[in-house]
């Protein structure tokens, strides 16, 4: 039975209101009616109370905003791996990311901007509100770093994609408090690390099957060294993922199989956002990241976006399983035994987010139970291995990177061999494909690129300019609002 945070109930705990969805384990939740309404003057006063909030902060990270079109424009249509897909006429918007001519009043800017800040809104609240409630205090503090850790992770995508972003680490409590400025990208990072920081000296290192896919230790230590990575931090690098690298991780066998739905929250994933197909509850199964990835013109498949590039398919050793485990390719049939017709729209789509077409349910989104992989120990191997290697141990950036190649090749000894320079240089760009190949179709290419400072060399055939691109323009509905408080990034208007 595939394990989940609960998703299923309903309840307003602002003037906005927000969605709560919660579910148990047991297949009984499933017919559960929405709750009605509540408002938040008969909120945050028990332990249920506060496991709803929490509860809530995990079911908007499948939303739209933060794992469809919205995400995926900001997080990788720019990269060299990925291309539109889809038909040449449909969501003509992606070529505006892809070829960098995007403006600052593109929706999807303000879409993906808006699903950050429902997160922090969300998170906020819990960690504002929580504290005043009488419950088991143990309990209590682990809510609030799971909120802490979901904010920081949210401040992180922010950050990334649009460099200097209002800090809000309160809910306003009067309307003067609502317009405030950008912070500067170096306190951004500064309140995710101290978030961060808090959350992993407080979260478990794992759960019970009930509660399996909330943020642990793990989480907290390997997000804290992707955020150390991109400020170049490299001690901090080196001493978060060793910390994660004892933690009882390890890499799945199969790389192909380890996407798969039945083998989410496996013993690989550091964190995972959690998705479910829910019989008779379409609103709690609103994931649309493998739908809009899937396999356009087949039923049970998808729309055909976000594509694997020629080049990605090219950039794979030769022999490397991981290349047929990464990519679908037109006219192949899938390990699961699903023809993929020679007629369909696109060359190739993303193997990572693809679900077999049997469990496909009428009425429904095509994929909505597919997971969505944020971290796994791959990447943490390959962190600790940069980190080495930048602070001068080629043996323990070796002995990471080649774990992970060990782990693709299956044991092959035909293929990919084992790296054995100790060149700084050359270890360095090996690590760099490495994550190309082992990362691919995950979101992290395009944001890799530029904090390796070589997206004016890998971009810029596509359009990338330097002191320009490293980030996407402020939604300008933002700036508009908030009468000239907030400032456009430089090259934009």
């Not at 996407?472 to 907030?486: H, N, Q, R, V």
């Amino acid at each position: 039975m595939k394990t989940h945070i609960n998703i299923q109930s309903c309840l307003a705990v602002t003037a906005l209101g927000v969605m709560l969805l919660t579910a148990s384990c047991k297949k009984d939740f499933l017919n559960v009616p929405p709750q009605a309404q509540q408002p938040e003057t008969a909120f945050w006063k028990t332990a249920e109370d506060a496991d709803k909030a929490v509860n809530a902060v995990y079911a908007k990270l499948r939303s739209w905003d933060n794992v469809a079109f919205n995400a995926i424009v900001i997080e990788s249509t720019g990269a060299d791996e990925a291309d539109k897909g889809s038909t040449p006429t449909d969501a003509t918007f992606f070529n505006l990311f892809d070829t960098f001519t995007v403006t600052s009043t593109q929706g999807s800017l303000q879409g993906f901007w808006n699903g950050q800040y429902q997160n922090i809104k969300l998170c906020n609240q819990a960690i504002d509100s929580i504290p005043k409630i009488a419950m088991d205090e143990n309990l209590k503090s682990r809510y609030i770093a799971e909120a802490k850790f979901v904010r920081a992770y949210s401040y992180f995508r922010l950050v990334r994609a649009y460099g200097r972003v209002p800090l809000r680490l309160h809910e306003p409590k009067d309307p003067t408090e609502y317009n405030i400025p950008q912070a500067e990208k170096t306190e951004v990072y500064a309140q995710i690390e101290k978030d961060l920081t808090e959350a992993a000296s407080v979260l478990p290192p794992s759960y019970d099957a009930d509660n399996k896919g909330r943020a642990t230790k793990g989480a907290a230590l390997g997000l804290h060294a992707k955020v150390a990575m991109y400020q170049q931090k490299w001690n901090d690098v080196l001493s978060f993922t060793n910390q994660v690298m004892g933690l009882g991780y390890d890499l799945f066998p199969n790389f192909e199989k380890g996407f798969r739905t039945e083998n989410e929250n496996n013993i690989e994933s550091v964190f995972e956002i959690q998705a479910e197909l829910l019989i008779g509850n379409s609103a709690a199964s609103n994931s649309q990241y493998s739908q809009v990835q899937g396999v356009a013109g087949v039923r049970g498949g998808g729309w055909g976006f976000n594509t694997p590039s020629q080049a990605l398919a090219d950039a794979f050793e030769p022999g490397d399983p991981r290349r047929d485990a990464t990519i679908i390719f037109r006219g192949e049939t899938t390990p699961q035994g699903d023809v993929i017709p020679t007629t369909v729209p696109n060359e190739r789509y993303n193997q990572k987010s693809y679900v077999p077409f049997s469990l496909y349910v009428s009425g429904y989104n095509e994929g909505a139970q597919q997971n969505i992989r944020v971290l796994r120990f791959a990447d943490i191997l390959l962190m600790n291995a940069e980190a080495a290697n930048e602070l001068g141990d080629p043996a323990q950036a070796k002995s990471s990177l080649n774990r992970v190649r060990q782990r693709a090749r299956g044991g092959n000894p035909n293929i990919l061999p084992d790296v054995t320079t100790n060149d700084k240089t050359e270890l360095r760009n090996a690590i760099w494909h490495e994550r190309q190949v082992e990362l691919a179709m995950e979101n992290d290419r395009y944001f890799d690129v530029i904090r390796q400072g070589r997206a004016a060399q890998v971009f810029g055939p596509k359009g990338w300019k330097a002191n320009k691109n490293e980030v996407w323009p402020i939604p300008a509905t933002e700036i508009d609002l908030s009468g000239g408080k907030l400032t456009q990034n430089p090259g934009y208007n």
